[in-house]
């Protein structure tokens, strides 16, 4: 049938639009889409934790190593709390257990080949409160270490108080005693001197004090330190009723064979020195005021209250004990 006219245009206009689509969506498919700018890298974002509760006063700071704690306002005298940092005369406050049976522990299982580590150790043990059984066997332990390391005429290398001095021209043993500040009866005894007659050249052992005493009145003891290192620790008897003194003295004088003059008895009391019943023992190392530390002749009452202040020992641990401290220069301090 022939088409009319009417069907013609409706042909082309279907044709026509037709290619017209075709045509926009092959331009639509071949488009490449243009390259985005360069942009500088934009810069990292750090989140802000959110903030749940209040802040606090703010807190100091703990006291540093040298910095010794604050006392509170209402504190009363004599309850300022010590620093442990005090170790003048082996000075720290006395625990129990713990810390001191670790450290007695350590020291006593070293001590055979590593004896500078292991006094170290066992002085810790010390000053910590070791108690018991062990604590009577680190008494003996740093006794035995210090007749080797400083108490003998051995220098170890590792032993930082002994030193080698060579004599000259115009020294005396207790010149070289006072420049070291111990006393010429402990350098003499170190190099097993039976004189005080030296050379120059002679090549001594000295140790660098002062030693310093410390007495503890709960445990009826007395130690003797060279820096932080015990080289004694021994028992004492003190004063009836409390009385023997607390605090920090410092030594006066020393006297062999003491005579016995006390001063509230009568004079039929009063004993010679070297009387066979003085009551002063062998040596007075005089700490001021009428008080002392003093041997004794009745070895049985170190342990016990039963002077008048003074600080009773064993006549051989008082011998000891006078040619190690310097008058003048070594402290005792007594602590309840």
Not at 183 to 200: C, D, F, G, H
Not at 216 to 235: M, N, S
Request: aromatic share 4%; net charge negative; proline share 9%.
């Amino acid at each position: 049938m022939p088409m009319t006219t009417f069907g013609r245009v409706v042909m082309t206009v279907v044709v026509a639009a037709v290619l017209v689509g075709l045509t926009a969506l092959a331009a639509y498919l071949l488009k490449v889409p243009e390259a985005a700018p360069d942009l500088p890298d934009a810069p990292a974002v750090v989140e802000t934790p959110t903030k749940t509760e209040e802040e606090g006063p703010k807190r100091e700071p703990p006291p540093g190593p040298d910095e010794p704690p604050s006392v509170p306002a209402d504190t009363k005298p004599g309850d300022e709390p010590t620093s442990p940092a005090q170790p003048v005369a082996g000075e720290a406050n006395v625990e129990s257990g713990g810390a001191g049976d670790r450290a007695a522990d350590e020291g006593l299982a070293m001590r055979g080949d590593q004896p500078v580590a292991a006094q170290k150790r066992l002085s810790e043990a010390v000053r910590a409160g070791v108690v018991g059984l062990k604590a009577a066997e680190v008494r003996e332990a740093l006794r035995s270490l210090a007749d080797k390391l400083q108490l003998s005429s051995n220098r170890h290398r590792d032993d930082t108080y002994s030193r080698a001095y060579e004599v000259v021209s115009g020294d005396t043993l207790t010149g070289i005693g006072e420049r070291h500040c111990v006393p010429y009866e402990l350098v003499m005894k170190l190099n097993r001197l039976s004189t005080t007659s030296i050379m120059a050249g002679q090549t001594l052992k000295v140790l660098q004090g002062p030693i310093h005493v410390e007495i503890l009145k709960g445990r009826k003891e007395l130690r003797a330190w060279l820096g932080d290192t015990c080289l004694r620790v021994c028992p004492v008897g003190l004063g009836t009723d409390d009385s023997t003194p607390e605090g920090t003295f410092v030594v006066k004088n020393k006297v062999r064979n003491p005579p016995y003059q006390p001063q509230h008895k009568s004079r039929s009391e009063f004993r010679d020195a070297g009387a066979p019943d003085n009551p002063l023992g062998t040596r007075w190392i005089d700490i001021g005021n009428h008080y002392g530390i003093h041997g004794t002749i009745d070895p049985e009452s170190v342990g016990h209250n039963v002077s008048e202040g003074c600080i009773r020992m064993h006549n051989k641990d008082v011998e000891e004990l006078y040619d190690m401290v310097v008058i003048g220069a070594s402290k005792v301090t007594i602590r309840p």
